[in-house]
């Protein structure tokens, strides 16, 4: 069966600090990723998807980056932290273009 | 004109009581249509979806897509306490490569 990994699940970070969040699959080959934030009384924003290692589509412009060094490994970075980058952020892969998302167990993040 | 929206409630209800929780969209190209249904602190699950419009019943729940009014809703029979989640729309045109949700509903099923 598969399943998405995610972590750290909570981190409190100072404005400035840099941020490495990171998400694996198993049990599956060449899944879609996707990294959303959910801010508070917001819905999901979609912040990147990759459908292949290397290949990193980004929706919104911001101090965030995303990588995928490998096939079902995902990563979300910041080299300096806004007060606005506080969230939940969550991980997802699907099977290539479907509307079936599965969803990691999320990282709540505070920025101070 | 935002793609999806739902009404964030919270929308509070009695045990048994029927849910109706509602969704439009903007997008014509738009044809299936997913409910997620996440709980608190944790990541959103498909719950189901519906293709084109009509109906789809699934145990207690009923999903419903009216294309010609972009309208998109899901009804709970006999609601239960741990109904309570917030409920996202997730409408999807072919060919997409992202998902755009609704803004999700919030319910609180009360004993």
């Known amino acids: 069966s598969q399943t998405i990994h995610q972590w750290p699940a909570t981190l409190v970070q100072p404005v400035g600090s840099p941020l490495s969040l990171e998400c694996t699959v198993e049990?599956?080959?060449?899944?879609?990723l996707y990294w959303y934030r959910q801010a508070a009384g917001r819905g999901l924003q979609l912040l990147f998807y990759?459908?292949?290692?290397?290949?990193i589509s980004s929706e919104v412009p911001q101090n965030l980056s995303a990588s995928r060094p490998q096939d079902r490994q995902f990563i979300l970075s910041s080299k300096k932290l806004l007060l606005s980058d506080s969230g939940f952020y969550l991980c997802?892969?699907?099977?290539?273009?479907?509307?079936?998302?599965?969803f990691g167990e999320g990282s709540r993040l505070t920025v101070l | 004109q935002k793609e999806v929206e739902q009404d964030p409630g919270p929308l509070s209800v009695p045990e048994g009581a029927i849910v109706s929780l509602n969704c439009t969209y903007s997008?014509?190209?738009?044809?299936?249509f997913m409910w997620y249904r996440q709980y608190s602190r944790k990541g959103p699950e498909l719950l189901m979806y519906?293709?084109?419009?009509g109906n789809k019943e699934d145990g207690r729940f009923t999903a419903q897509v009216d294309k010609s009014s972009k309208y998109i809703s899901l009804f709970i029979r006999d609601s239960q306490p741990s109904d309570s989640a917030t409920y996202l729309c997730?409408?999807?045109?072919?060919?997409?490569?992202?998902?755009?949700f609704g803004t999700g509903t919030r319910l609180l099923v009360s004993p």
């Open positions: 997008n014509s190209a738009f044809q299936y």
């Open positions: 049990g599956t080959s060449n899944p879609n």
């Open positions: 519906t293709y084109s419009s």
């Open positions: 997730a409408p999807v045109n072919t060919g997409f490569q992202k998902l755009v």
């Open positions: 997802a892969w699907s099977r290539g273009f479907t509307g079936e998302l599965f």
């Open positions: 990759s459908v292949g290692i290397g290949q």
